[in-house]
């Protein structure tokens, strides 16, 4: 729950006799008045949350109540960043986002167990100290030097006091018989008012100082947190990053390596032309020209096999048009129904591609089913909407058949950093922050429902790239349908 103590940026330095008259002072004296109130709702807000946690704590509702109570002290958090950005020169990043549980105890542990709303709620109580400790000492080292410093044009209006000795005075009174008025003391008074001055923005400079530390190291977000969050970013671009290699590469062995074999055995078949049967031949060179012929055609097809492997060309049409080819080359009757409008990132449906076609060919080979139906559709979010970005539909991949059923998901098999069969495709597909249902009773066909985002998420919780995914894209070979 708590953050390495971590140093606020350092304000640009004010020598002592420009103090007074800096703007950073007065500053800091605005940061201070506008914050009392604030630090009082805050305050007020602390003994809410602990009066109702404790007293509702042995039910159930209570416990949700004081949990969406402790959930508001991020709205207190997030106000401090901003007054600490307009005013104290600190750009502190708002922590991690409220992530919603799923479940009746999920919601649960999702709102006792947020970290940033319990830091926020630690920050409330120093911070209102501070706030009026330090607004009540800068406003009287700002005020008194000032009374101090006029003092002799309006100490003539105060009322007349009786000293001890029966004398007759008008001014401030120090002690018992001690008052300001005549020119030596008022000049001493205004002396003092003008080391009250300079000393302020010291003083002030303190308690602001104090502050900081406490938005700083309370209100924004833990190292791990920070650390997580550069590794989802990092990882999400490596998905995109991957996606983009297998793109390179499918088009380097289109346009090079293919096109050259190509030649090769043009120039194979010319030379077999020539030496026709009937003309004389040097041993048995006819032969192996043939072989080599032959060779070469079958470097083609696997070179063809593997292109598509890595990156199916026909993708490039569309998530609408690969699917349709699926399915017209499918070895078991495929329905197709794609909703008009539905499209993703490349990298999303080169996934959706890869997990439909190796379903399908889970359907053929391993279910013994007679047809399989794919639908494409538009889905709720896989996740709730990350600060800054738009609420969006995500895309929904069902394949159903009629085959004998009795699948079923076994993470354990899947050997680590590629897919094998049913577990590896749970694993690509939340690699980018996607979810995969099974539900397969024995006899009763299969159905499984994979929701994908509509881009790779930056806050992908694994990307080890997209080749496994590709991979799956071949039919499914590489175990696919193990986990049944």
Same mark, same amino acid.
């Given at each position: 729950?708590?953050?390495?103590?971590?140093?606020?940026?350092?304000?640009?330095?004010?020598?002592?006799?420009?103090?007074?008259?800096?703007?950073?002072?007065?500053?800091?004296?605005?940061?201070?008045?506008?914050?009392?109130?604030?630090?009082?709702?805050?305050?007020?807000?602390? =003994?809410?949350?602990?009066?109702?946690?404790?007293?509702?704590?042995?039910? +159930?509702?209570?416990?949700?109540?004081?949990?969406?109570?402790?959930?508001?002290?991020?709205?207190?958090?997030?106000?401090?960043?901003?007054?600490?950005?307009?005013?104290?020169?600190?750009?502190?990043?708002?922590?991690?986002?409220?992530?919603?549980?799923?479940?009746?105890?999920?919601?649960?542990?999702?709102?006792?167990?947020?970290?940033?709303?319990?830091?926020?709620?630690?920050?409330?109580?120093?911070?209102?100290?501070?706030?009026?400790?330090?607004?009540?000492?800068?406003?009287?080292?700002?005020?008194?030097?000032?009374?101090?410093?006029?003092?002799?044009?309006?100490?003539?209006?105060?009322?007349?006091?009786?000293?001890?000795?029966?004398?007759? @005075?008008?001014?401030?009174?120090?002690?018992?018989?001690?008052?300001?008025?005549?020119?030596?003391?008022?000049?001493?008074?205004?002396?003092?008012? =003008?080391?009250?001055?300079?000393?302020?923005?010291?003083?002030?400079?303190?308690?602001? @100082?104090?502050?900081?530390?406490?938005?700083?190291?309370?209100?924004?977000?833990?190292?791990?947190?920070?650390?997580?969050?550069?590794?989802?970013?990092?990882?999400?671009?490596?998905?995109? %990053?991957? %996606?983009?290699?297998?793109?390179?590469?499918?088009?380097?062995?289109?346009?090079?390596?293919?096109?050259?074999?190509?030649?090769?055995?043009?120039?194979?078949?010319?030379?077999?032309?020539?030496?026709?049967?009937?003309?004389?031949?040097?041993? %048995?060179?006819?032969?192996?020209?043939?072989?080599?012929?032959?060779?070469?055609?079958?470097?083609?097809?696997?070179?063809?096999?593997?292109?598509?492997?890595?990156?199916?060309?026909?993708?490039?049409?569309?998530?609408?048009?690969?699917?349709?080819?699926?399915?017209?080359?499918?070895?078991?009757?495929?329905?197709?129904?794609?909703?008009?409008?539905?499209?993703?990132a490349p990298a999303i449906e080169a996934l959706a591609y890869a997990?439909?076609?190796?379903?399908?060919?889970?359907?053929?080979? @391993?279910?013994?089913?007679?047809? =399989?139906?794919?639908?494409?559709?538009?889905?709720?979010?896989?996740?709730?909407?990350?600060?800054? &970005?738009?609420?969006?539909?995500?895309?929904?991949?069902?394949?159903?058949?009629?085959?004998?059923?009795?699948? +079923?998901?076994?993470?354990?098999?899947?050997?680590?950093?590629?897919?094998?069969?049913?577990?590896?495709?749970? &694993?690509?597909?939340?690699?980018? %922050?996607?979810?995969?249902?099974?539900?397969?009773?024995?006899?009763?066909?299969?159905?499984?429902? +994979?929701?994908?985002?509509?881009?790779?998420?930056?806050?992908?919780?694994?990307?080890?790239?997209?080749?496994?995914?590709?991979?799956?894209?071949?039919?499914?070979?590489?175990?696919?349908?193990?986990?049944?």
């Amino acid at each position: 729950m708590s953050s390495p103590v971590t140093p606020p940026p350092t304000p640009q330095h004010v020598g002592f006799f420009r103090g007074p008259f800096a703007r950073r002072s007065w500053t800091e004296l605005l940061f201070l008045l506008a914050g009392i109130v604030p630090a009082a709702l805050g305050l007020a807000w602390f =003994v809410v949350v602990v009066a109702v946690g404790v007293s509702l704590a042995w039910t +159930v509702v209570g416990l949700f109540v004081g949990g969406w109570l402790l959930l508001g002290t991020r709205a207190f958090g997030a106000l401090y960043r901003l007054m600490g950005r307009a005013m104290l020169a600190v750009d502190v990043p708002p922590p991690a986002p409220f992530r919603r549980g799923t479940g009746f105890w999920g919601r649960l542990r999702a709102l006792l167990g947020d970290v940033p709303s319990w830091r926020a709620w630690a920050f409330l109580l120093p911070s209102f100290v501070v706030s009026v400790v330090g607004l009540v000492v800068s406003v009287v080292f700002v005020a008194a030097p000032l009374g101090a410093l006029t003092y002799g044009f309006w100490y003539r209006f105060l009322p007349l006091q009786q000293a001890a000795d029966g004398t007759m @005075h008008r001014g401030t009174q120090y002690g018992t018989d001690w008052f300001v008025d005549t020119p030596g003391r008022i000049w001493l008074q205004a002396a003092g008012g =003008v080391v009250m001055l300079f000393l302020w923005p010291y003083l002030e400079r303190a308690f602001v @100082h104090l502050e900081r530390l406490l938005i700083v190291n309370l209100l924004g977000p833990t190292r791990a947190s920070q650390r997580v969050g550069e590794l989802e970013r990092s990882r999400g671009r490596a998905v995109e %990053d991957a %996606d983009d290699r297998l793109r390179r590469i499918e088009r380097d062995l289109h346009d090079g390596t293919q096109a050259r074999l190509v030649a090769v055995a043009m120039q194979l078949g010319e030379a077999k032309e020539q030496l026709a049967p009937g003309e004389p031949v040097p041993g %048995d060179a006819l032969a192996l020209v043939s072989q080599a012929h032959d060779a070469t055609k079958d470097a083609l097809v696997e070179l063809r096999e593997i292109a598509r492997g890595i990156r199916p060309p026909v993708l490039d049409a569309g998530l609408a048009h690969a699917l349709a080819t699926l399915a017209a080359r499918s070895p078991v009757r495929t329905v197709l129904d794609v909703e008009p409008g539905v499209s993703a990132a490349p990298a999303i449906e080169a996934l959706a591609y890869a997990a439909a076609s190796e379903l399908v060919t889970n359907a053929a080979k @391993h279910a013994h089913a007679s047809t =399989v139906w794919v639908l494409v559709e538009p889905a709720a979010p896989t996740r709730p909407p990350r600060p800054g &970005e738009q609420p969006a539909t995500a895309l929904r991949l069902r394949v159903r058949d009629d085959g004998r059923g009795g699948a +079923v998901v076994n993470l354990a098999d899947a050997p680590a950093g590629r897919g094998s069969g049913l577990a590896g495709l749970v &694993e690509r597909v939340r690699a980018v %922050d996607g979810t995969l249902t099974l539900v397969s009773p024995p006899g009763g066909g299969t159905r499984v429902d +994979v929701v994908l985002p509509l881009a790779v998420p930056s806050g992908s919780r694994a990307a080890t790239g997209l080749q496994a995914a590709a991979h799956a894209t071949t039919g499914g070979d590489d175990g696919a349908g193990a986990d049944r």
